[in-house]
């Protein structure tokens, strides 16, 4: 017999193991995930849990978000930070290595146009880590390092790193040069005197040399740069001439500076002196000085304007003396006015003349 107590407990225990169950079926594999939004009463699926090779995921397996740098470029001088770039460069060119394999190489070229101020802003995706190595060349128009620096860079994920890169100029600088030319025209036979200077502001001068014509051969130098200074004196053939002075330093850099200068044939030039002649009652003869102010032969002919004058000689080359004769019989008493006139290939010049003509008094009685 089954008592009122015994049945009550049977339904206790089957209630109990129906619960247990159903706890059982949704630990295993009920509703996906198991998981229930107790706002909404909407399950939530669970991000997966193994990666394409069926392991667990790991942090190494997800990929850090990639950060970015801002560059800034500040040029050093006896380490006053003045940023600007080095005289004298064309471009930049900037090369990021990786730590570790990371990221592959990356490099890139800046321009000099575009650095303003002396800072240039770049901005690279790069993978976040330590220990990357940024180098820079600064490099001029012949290809030629002038300054370069080589830094370690940490990218922190997600944020962005200004890098400010100061240019080494120890040991990679190019002289400084200059070129004058004294005076900067001679005539044929004269002189010009070449002063070259230079200056290095990493090291020392080794040597300076001179190609004084611009042929493309340096005729004359001198390893005594102590001054920073050489001076040749030429006497070249009558032309135009670009002189071109080149210094070289301890390190093995040049730089050249170029002047140019000629040798010039100066144009015949008239000259007549006095500018005016004046015969008086008694004078007959006077003279003009004819001369040439330039170098080149200078070709002149005279003419009087009246018959009444004469000139010897009548014309010449360069410097001459011409006799001025009156014929005064010709005249009629008082004052006369003419003119000599002078042609050339050095100009024209004209001479003014005047002439007292008296006569004498007869009475009769």
């Not at 004269?190 to 040399?209: M, N, R």
Request: glycine share 12%; hydrophobic share 35%.
């Amino acid at each position: 017999m089954v008592t009122g107590r015994t049945t009550h407990g049977v339904l206790t225990l089957l209630l109990a193991l129906a619960l247990s169950i159903l706890l059982a079926l949704g630990c295993a594999g009920g509703a996906p995930g198991g998981l229930v939004d107790t706002d909404s009463g909407s399950e939530t699926t669970p991000s997966q849990t193994t990666d394409d090779n069926g392991d667990e995921p790991t942090d190494e397996d997800a990929e850090p978000a990639r950060g970015t740098f801002t560059l800034k470029l500040a040029w050093d001088v006896d380490g006053a930070s003045t940023r600007v770039i080095p005289t004298g460069t064309d471009h930049i060119n900037l090369r990021i290595l990786p730590a570790a394999g990371a990221d592959p190489e990356l490099t890139d070229t800046i321009d000099k146009s575009e650095v303003s101020g002396g800072e240039v802003t770049r901005t690279y995706d790069l993978l976040p880590g330590d220990g990357k190595i940024l180098e820079i060349d600064a490099v001029d128009a012949g290809g030629q390092i002038v300054a370069q620096a080589s830094i370690t860079i940490d990218i922190t994920a997600a944020a962005v790193t200004q890098v400010n890169v100061t240019l080494d100029s120890t040991g990679i600088l190019n002289p400084v040069v200059s070129a004058s030319a004294d005076p900067a025209s001679a005539r044929p036979g004269g002189s010009i005197t070449l002063t070259g200077t230079a200056s290095d502001p990493d090291g020392s001068l080794a040597k300076l040399e001179w190609d004084a014509d611009g042929d493309g051969t340096y005729e004359s130098s001198t390893t005594n740069c102590s001054s920073g200074e050489y001076t040749v004196t030429v006497t070249p053939a009558l032309g135009d001439y670009t002189g071109v002075f080149r210094a070289t330093d301890n390190d093995g850099l040049t730089n050249t500076a170029s002047v140019s200068y000629s040798i010039q044939s100066a144009d015949p030039e008239l000259g007549v002196s006095p500018g005016s002649l004046s015969f008086d009652s008694v004078t007959g003869e006077l003279t003009l000085a004819v001369s040439n102010g330039g170098d080149d032969d200078l070709t002149w002919e005279a003419t009087a304007s009246d018959s009444w004058l004469g000139l010897s000689p009548a014309s010449g080359t360069n410097d001459a003396t011409v006799t001025v004769t009156l014929a005064r019989g010709d005249l009629s008493a008082g004052n006369h006015s003419t003119t000599i006139d002078f042609t050339s290939n050095g100009g024209s010049a004209t001479v003014d003349v005047d002439v007292e003509v008296t006569r004498a008094e007869i009475i009769v009685d």
